[in-house]
C-alpha cells in the first residue's frame, strides 16, 4: 500500500498574509436528513460534538463538525482516524438514511494566517462572499467559490482562516491564495 501525501508537500508562501498547505487532513462527509432528530442524536452521540446550527461549527478535541448544507455534514479530524470515523458512523447510522464518506484524499486544505483585516482581504479578493466580520465571524463556515472553483472557508481565529477545495484544483487554489497575498496588494478594506 502507497504512503498517504498531501496535494502539495505542504507548500507555503508568504505575503502580507501566510498562505500554507495543511498537509494530511481527515475529512469525512456525512449526509443525511438534518431536519430527523434521530439522525442528529445519532450523529452527536457517535461523535462526541453538538450537531452544528446552519453554517455553524463545533469542535472537541482534534475534531470539528461542519454544517455544509441542509444535508451535509463535514467532520475533520485526524488524517489517520479518518476510516475508523467512517466504520463507527456506518455502524452507528445503521437503520437510519445517511451515507458516510472518507473524502480525506479528494480535498485539499490550506491555512491563511496573518492580521485579522489581512487575512479576510485576501480572501475577499478572491470571493464574492460578505467577508466582513459582522456577516462571518469566527467559526462560521461558508461554503463559496475562490475564483473558478468551489471552496469552503472559515475562520478559525481572527487571523487565521481555514479553505478546503478539491485536491484536483489545489494547484490552483494555492497559486491564487498566493497571488492574493502579495506585499503591497492589500485593498485595506477590513
Request: net charge negative.
Amino acid at each position: 500500500m502507497s504512503e498517504a501525501v498531501s496535494a502539495l508537500a505542504g507548500s507555503s508562501a508568504h505575503g502580507f498574509v501566510d498562505v500554507t498547505e495543511a498537509g494530511l487532513v481527515g475529512m469525512v462527509t456525512i449526509r443525511g436528513d438534518y431536519g430527523n432528530t434521530e439522525f442528529r442524536d445519532k450523529v452527536a452521540t457517535l461523535l462526541g460534538l453538538n450537531v452544528p446550527d446552519q453554517r455553524q461549527m463545533t469542535t472537541g478535541g482534534t475534531d470539528k463538525l461542519l454544517w455544509m448544507s441542509p444535508d451535509e455534514l463535514l467532520l475533520v479530524c485526524p488524517h489517520g482516524e479518518a476510516d475508523a470515523r467512517v466504520g463507527a458512523l456506518s455502524a452507528g447510522l445503521s437503520g437510519v438514511h445517511h451515507l458516510a464518506v472518507n473524502v480525506s484524499d479528494a480535498r485539499a486544505a490550506f491555512c491563511v494566517k496573518g492580521t485579522a483585516s489581512g487575512v479576510r482581504e485576501a480572501l475577499a479578493k478572491l470571493s464574492p462572499a460578505d467577508l466582513r466580520a459582522s456577516v462571518l465571524p469566527v467559526g462560521e463556515v461558508r461554503r463559496t467559490r475562490l475564483a473558478q472553483v468551489p471552496a469552503a472557508i472559515w475562520l478559525e481565529s481572527e487571523d487565521r482562516a481555514m479553505v478546503v477545495c478539491f485536491r484536483s484544483v489545489a494547484g490552483y487554489v494555492f497559486d491564487l491564495l498566493t497571488q492574493a497575498s502579495k506585499p503591497g496588494s492589500e485593498p485595506r478594506y477590513f
